[in-house]
């Protein structure tokens, strides 16, 4: 759900809106995996059709338009960081402290909820451009 | 002086044959409505309640026989019977099992010399324990939730003319887990209708009203109000936007809180339900809390290793 709203907060640069919208996530989690494949199934980004990618690492094959690494592939976020740079990714990430690490959008726990914090330069540094439509529903880190 | 003149006056020799005629129409009367009792007897001991039914309406309406606890006695008999005879848990008839109690109580209020009160006793238990279970029938064959505790409520009503210190305690918990436990079913499997899920909460905190221990009650419960906040994380469509998604999380977060308490006070009780263990480690992973999920997880597993 949220990574959908996402999809259209965000705009990605023009040679990112042809072929498929990749989604790809990094570790392992059956769940949002099977989940994601479902949204799939129903829901596109414009023009583009969804396609999931599951990975266990980052794959120079991929050019994801989102990538989700895992709470246990964190470490992986430095590298992603300097790969995706300006190409049009949109870094989501599941630990603490990751938005000011590099992520654009990281997913933490307020008061029982999903809630994620926001890094508006970490996007521009990934490509992407955004307005301020996500201010008011995120912790905002810068 | 007036006496003899009125003797002697024609007016005297008019009244006298009125008096005689309506004597005649008393003493026939009397005697036909203590017949039609006698014959309404007599068709029930036949078992032809039915048939017996005419008579005893114009028995007790009759000024001479209105008054006799036989007459009530024998109408609740035959009211009774006619209802059994007309199958089952025949709800379409319930109101025969009504008159047969009205008129149980109506021959006991006149019943002074204690003629009928062993039997009359008897009627009323019998149709109170009828009402029970025609009240537990309805809950699981028609849904009617309304009349089933319509029914239970004159199943205790009648139960307590009979035996006014009777305790309903146990019966309200065994009515109330039964509705509680039926309809938090029909609430999962028809689609989570909110219909069901509240009239099982309703009847699962009658429960707890009683008794605030009670596992199958409070465990309920928490089911319930966890499977409402699942649900309505479920039901999301993608579409929804960030500002809709976090007020449903709140909602959902609202009622995973309410499930807690009800499955901690099961774990309090009974710290080896293994039922207990799991919902609290799925409602506290619905709250996000994976700490307190995995502790659970963890108990859950070290129990079946036991």
Redesign the interface.
Known sequence: ??L??FTK?FDWPEKMKSGSFIIQIVGSNPSLTQELNK?AT??QVGNQKLEIKTTTAIDPSIKPHIIYLLNESSDLLKDASSKYKGNGTLIVTEKPGLAKQGAAINFV?A????AFEYSKNNAVKGGLKTGDG?N??AIVVD | MYKEVLTNSKSYRYLKGSIFLLVMIVCSNVFGQTELLFDAQKLCNEKKYEQAIPLLEKVIIDPTTKNDPASWHIRSYAYLQTYKQSGPANTAKIYMLDTAMSSAIKSIQLDTAKSYVENNNAFIKNGAATYYKISTILLQDSLNNVKSEELFLKYKQYTTVVNPSFDFKQKDIEYYNATGGFFADMYMKHNFNQKYGDVAKTALLKVLDIDNKNISANINLGILYYNQGATLMQMMDYDVDLAQLDVIQENAKKLFKQSLPFMIKVYELDPKAERALESLQGIYSALLDEEKANEFKQKKEALKKQ
């Open positions: 759900m949220f959908y709203n907060l949204m129903s829901k726990v008061d029982n909820k999903q996500l008011g529903l």
